[in-house]
Every structure is written in C-alpha cells, then in structure tokens.
C-alpha cells in the first residue's frame, strides 16, 4: 500500500512542478501589476485591485467552462483515444471563440457597475479604464487557456510553463513602461497593467498555437490536422462538467471580489493593504493549486485507464501532500511575511496594515490548501456540480455574511480588515470538510461499480 502511495506522489510532483512553475508565473505577473501600480500611488494600488476584483471573478466564471477540458481529454487519454483528443479540441476551441467575445463585450462594459459603487470615483475611474484596456487580453488568455488545459490533459506540461515563465519577464518591462510612461509612452499608472496582460495573452496564445502545431509531442492527437465544426453533443459535454467549475471559481472568486468590494468603504489605505495581504497568500497558494490541478489530471488519467483502484491512492495522495505543503507555507509567511510585504508597498499606512492581516495569510493556507487536495481530485473523477454546490453553501451562506457582520459590527465593534478574514477562513474550513466526505463517497461509488463490472463478467 506504501508503494501504491510512493507512485502517486511521485506521478503528482512529475506533473505538477511544471503546473507550479506555470502557476506562480501567472501569479507573478499578478504580483508584477501590484508591485509597479502600488508603487505608482494608493490610487492606481486601489484602482487596480477593485478592476482585477471584479475581471477576474467574471473572466473565471465565464472561461471556467474551459477548465472542463483537462478531465475530458485526461480521460481521453488515459484510455488512449488520440485521434478522438484532436477532434474534441477542435469542437472545444469554438466555445472558446464564443467566450471570448462575450467577455470582452462584458469587460468593457464594467464601468456601468463601478460607478453605481460607494466608493471614490478616482480609484473606480481607474478601475473601469483598466478593464477597458485588459478586456482584449482576456479574449486571448482564453484560447490559451482551453489549448493549456488540452497539453496538460495529457501530462504535458512542461510546455506550459516555459512559455508562461517568459509572458511572466515580459510582463515586468512592459509593466513599467505603461505604468511610469518611459521611452514616449504616455503614463498610464495602474491602467497600464491591463495594456501589458493584453500584449502578453496574445504572445503567449500565439506562441502555444505554434508549438503544438509543430512539435511532435502532440502528432498523434492530430490537433490541427482538419476543420471541424461545431458540435452540440460536445457543447453539451463542456458546459455540463465545466459551467459547475465556472461557478465554482466565481463563488471563490466573489468571496475575495466581495471583500474587496465591502472593504472599499473604509478608504484607500484599507483597500491597498488588504490586497498586499491577499496576493501573499495566493501566492503560497500556487503550490497546493498546482497539486489539485495535477490531481485532476493523474486522477482523470486512471479512470481514462479504468484504474480506480489506483485513483482513490491517487486522490488521498493529492491531500497529503497539499496539507504538508500548505503548513510550510504557512511557517513561511510567519517568518517572512513583514519582508514580503516590503517588496509590495511603500507606503507606511499600508504597509503597518498589512502586518496586521500576516497572521491571518498564514491560518488561511491550511483549509485552502486541503480543499485544492480534493477538489482537483473530483475534477479527475468529473464530479463538479455537487462541488459547485458546497463552494455556494460555504462561501455564500457562511463566509461573505459572516465576514460582512464582523467587518460593519463585530460582537463588540467593527473588526474592519480582520473581519472579513474571518469569515473567509471559516468558510474555507467549512468547505475543506465538505469536499472531502464528497470525494470519499465519489471513491466508494466507483470501486463499487467496478467491483459490480467485475462480478457480471465472471457470471458470464
């Protein structure tokens, strides 16, 4: 049994380093954005947290359909139908097509909302011109994404990550040069990040489109071998394991959106060192993420194979290793996090802010890291809508009003910034205990039904 356990962790860090690398470069483009717009001013740090708030809880929701591909072509592959892989991605990039314009029409949009908002009207006008000017990076991180998804379905992730690992340096100059306004370019403070992730998302979508039309690793798939049109059978297919994902992410999303949102009222400063507080805990968040999103695939992989013997080891190993790895993150934080918070902000309000806000980063890894265990793991085995429906109950039901009374009232004052934090943590734990009776009970499920295929076969 050790020996079952051994190969799944290794298979787990096999797939998911590169997923990690890959993973923490978005997030360092993220971290990039922050950096360069709060060292701009509170204003464009504020304008640009409420923006990506808001775009990337909608752009999550909208594209998360697209994240249904890695269990559909994982299990593809693991029963290796190859040709079948090709002809799925075709149907899927139409979807992806279709997405994509429907979240530029909504990206551009936004500042219909953002100006109804009790908030103040210099970091809302930044805001809404941000979303503008990153609307068209969307469009094209969404194609990526759906061609992301296929390569690491079939354990193919190194790719991924290099070239991700090169939008994330580009990011950085380009960063500065809209922000700051350098060699003639206007400045364009936290509106400039949207202008550099548009560029980058069309290089890299560019730049991925090329690799696997060429390199051999993706031949027998034939990815881009004919036309094929779109299919209803395939929509149907996406939108049922993946429009659970979509509103599984929004629910999280919203969750820290909404907090962002409820936080606006106490001013800039609060504002800025919550969002230092929260990119450094999504940040360590990238390694038990990485691992979920490796779980989906080995786990969708073994079901592919008809394995799910060797899944329910490839499930709990997933968990194991996501706890160990959201406690050293949490040890991390603690000791480095007043460092950490150095390199985000200047600004002394901000920065004495975010101190407070550490300890709770830290608690925050735990539940968060356990859940991504199980709720990749569920992803491999195509189970999302239960999931979907947890991810409601715990951060709908239980975070955000929790977080909200804590934040306006508390028991006995207004807890403000901590308040919030909160009612995210216990939400978290909330949702981390419910997704692992749900995956126990998905493993029981289909053991059962194979133990049940196996006895027809020996009666006849």
């Not at 190969?7 to 993220?30: D, H, T």
């Not at 029409?105 to 809404?128: A, R």
């Not at 918070?341 to 300890?359: C, D, M, R």
Request: glycine share 8%.
């Amino acid at each position: 049994m050790i020996n079952k356990y051994i190969i799944e962790l290794k298979q787990l860090i096999k797939i998911g380093v590169p997923i990690f690398g890959s993973q923490i470069s978005y997030m360092l483009m993220g971290a990039t954005d922050v950096i360069v717009a709060g060292r701009a001013s509170a204003n464009d740090l504020a304008g640009l947290a409420l923006g990506v708030a808001f775009g990337n809880a909608i752009w999550f929701f909208v594209s998360g359909v697209i994240f249904s591909v890695t269990p559909i072509i994982a299990q593809l592959y693991g029963a290796k139908k190859f040709e079948e892989i090709g002809k799925k991605l075709r149907e899927i990039l139409w979807i992806a097509f279709f997405i994509s314009v429907v979240v530029v029409l909504i990206f551009v949009n936004l500042d219909l909302i953002l100006d109804q908002l009790p908030t103040k009207k210099e970091f809302t006008k930044i805001s809404g011109d941000y979303l503008k000017a990153v609307s068209i990076g969307t469009a094209f991180f969404t194609i990526y994404t759906c061609l992301r998804c296929y390569s690491e379905g079939m354990t193919l992730t190194k790719p991924i990550f290099v070239i991700a690992f090169v939008g994330m340096l580009l990011n950085i100059p380009l960063d500065i040069i809209f922000v700051y306004g350098l060699f003639g370019v206007p400045e364009l403070g936290g509106v400039g990040c949207g202008i550099a992730t548009s560029i980058i998302g069309f290089l890299m979508m560019i730049v991925l489109i090329i690799y696997i039309n060429f390199s051999k690793n993706y031949k027998q798939t034939k990815p881009f071998s004919e036309f094929t049109p779109f299919s209803i059978k395939t929509a149907k297919e996406v939108f049922k394991l993946g429009l659970p994902i979509g509103m599984g992410i929004f629910f999280e999303l919203s969750m820290f959106s909404g907090a962002t949102i409820i936080l606006s009222i106490f001013g800039e400063i609060v504002v800025a060192g919550h969002t230092v507080a929260i990119n450094i805990a999504s940040l360590f968040f990238m390694v038990p993420l990485s691992i979920g999103l490796a779980a989906a695939t080995r786990v969708g992989n073994l079901i592919g194979e008809k394995n799910p013997f060797q899944a329910k080891f490839a499930a709990f190993s997933a968990i194991y290793l996501c706890s160990f790895t959201a406690l050293i993150n949490s040890i991390v934080i603690l000791v480095f996090g007043s460092f950490i918070i150095g390199l985000y902000t200047t600004e002394v309000p901000v920065k004495e802010l975010a101190i407070t806000l550490i300890l709770f980063a830290a608690i925050f890894q735990l539940p968060d890291g356990v859940q991504m265990g199980a709720l990749g793991s569920l992803r491999g085995y195509k189970d999302t809508f239960v999931p979907m429906i947890l991810l409601f109950i715990s951060f709908w039901i239980f975070a955000m009003p929790m977080g909200y009374f804590l934040t306006n009232y508390g028991f006995d004052k207004p807890l403000e910034a901590k308040g919030m934090w909160y009612g995210m943590i216990i939400g978290l734990t909330i949702f981390s205990v419910l997704v692992i009776i749900r995956l126990r009970w998905i493993i029981k499920k289909t053991l059962d039904l194979k133990n049940l295929e196996s006895q027809k076969l020996l009666t006849q």
